[in-house]
Structure formats: C-alpha cells, structure tokens
T-cell receptor, first 115, second 115 residues
Framework: EPEVTQTPSHQVTQMGQEVILRCVPI?????FYWYRQILGQKVEFLVS????????KSEIFDDQFSVERPDGSNFTLKIRSTKLEDSAMYFC?????????????FGDGTRLSIL | GQQLNQSPQSMFIQEGEDVSMNCTSS?????WLWYKQEPGEGPVLLIA?????ELTSNGRLTAQFGITRKDSFLNISASIPSDVGIYFC???????????????FGQGTILTVHP
C-alpha cells in the first residue's frame, strides 16, 4: 500500500540554524500538509498546500517557516532560524482530493531536537 | 477555533476487556476520523465517519458519528496487547467555506492493555 515517507527520522540541530524536513507524499495525492506534535501533546496543524501554493496556515506557521514542492515528488518544510520551542515531531500528510471521503494519510514523522 | 475534547485521557485495562472512548465538540463537524498512534510512528487512520448517525466497524473497532454531529465514540472489543497506543479523534475544519481539509485533533486517549 502506498505511504507517505519522511526523512530524516531524527534531526538534531543547534538553535539558530536552518533545518529542512523532507516528505514524499503518496504519488497521486494533490493536497499536502505539515503538522507538529510537541512531546505529550496533541497533533497541531501547521500548513496546507495545494496547486503549488499555501492554502491555509496556522498561527504557529510564522515567517520562520516555509514550504516548497521543488519537484513532482518532494514536499519540504524549512525552518529558517530554529528556536528551542521548535523541538517536536513533525508529520507530513497527503490527501488525494477535496472530497470529504478522502482522509489524510500521515508519514511516520521527523523528530526535531533543537539544542 | 474548533476544539475536540476526548475522554478519558488514559485507560488501563486487562486483555480481553472492551474499551469505549469518546470525543465531543462545541461545534459541528461533518466528518469524524479516528486515528491510532504508536510510539515513534505517525497517526494511522482506523475509521472514517461521514454521516450523522453512521455506525462503522473495522474488525474489533466500532465507531459512531453522533446525531448532533458534535460527538463520536470509538469502541474496541476484546482488547489485545497490540491495541496499546494513543487514540485520537480528528475532524476537518473549513476555511471560509473551502475544504482544504486542515485537521483538528483531540488530545488523545492513552490505552494500556495488561496481558
């Protein structure tokens, strides 16, 4: 069964450094998402992406965050200057279409640790 | 914004017991999703509900979409040790009437099953 893949599984970065998290969504999916889960807390929406542009973003997704689909398969999340509070699991998800009967499928996440 | 409240927060049960957990919202959701998350992995979709009153099963799991569209429950029958994990309810929220499908998650129910 096709799945969403994320790399790396764990990223350790010094505070202030840039980090890029990578995702390969399911190949025929058109809607892409990033979510964040701080340890012990619920999953929180960051951003949705459709037709090569951001369709919605949360308050968490400030100017330090950006997303890109550089080619036909990858979907990346960049944090320009990381802060300690960016430490979390970051999940990528994708969805085939806009119909309500097409739920999102999640990758296994990247654990981001900021030192 | 829309919020989902799950109860109980955690459950400790013996193998073979049945489990029931629920999710409530102060506002209407048109779709209810139940995900399971195991350590080090992303949320995996268990059951999707699309119509008020709908009752859907997936093996030993049964979920119902409340008639008011403000609640849902998930039952697990005859629990086994591999049912251990965090169970999240989630629902898509609309942005200005469009459906880019950003998901709002509940805070999760942690299930522990003793052999």
């Amino acid at each position: 069964e096709p799945e969403v893949t994320q790399t790396p599984s764990h990223q350790v970065t010094q505070m202030g450094q840039e980090v890029i998290l990578r995702c390969v969504p399911i190949s025929n999916h058109l809607y892409f998402y990033w979510y964040r889960q701080i340890l012990g807390q619920k999953v929180e929406f960051l951003v949705s992406f459709y037709n090569n542009e951001i369709s919605e973003k949360s308050e968490i997704f400030d100017d330090q965050f950006s997303v890109e689909r550089p080619d036909g398969s990858n979907f990346t999340l960049k944090i320009r200057s990381t802060k300690l509070e960016d430490s979390a699991m970051y999940f990528c998800a994708s969805r085939r279409g806009a119909q309500a009967n097409q739920p999102q499928h999640f990758g296994d996440g990247t654990r981001l640790s900021i030192l | 914004g829309q919020q989902l409240n799950q109860s109980p927060q955690s459950m400790f049960i013996q193998e073979g017991e049945d489990v029931s957990m629920n999710c409530t919202s102060s506002s209407i959701f048109n779709t209810w999703l139940w995900y399971k998350q195991e350590p080090g992995e992303g949320p995996v979709l268990l059951i999707a509900l699309y119509k008020a009153g709908e009752l859907t099963s997936n093996g030993r799991l049964t979920a119902q979409f409340g008639i008011t569209r403000k609640d849902s429950f998930l039952n697990i029958s005859a629990s086994i040790p591999s049912d251990v994990g965090i169970y999240f309810c989630a629902g898509p929220t609309n942005a200005g009437g469009t459906s880019y499908g950003k998901l709002t998650f509940g805070q999760g129910t942690i299930l522990t099953v003793h052999p």
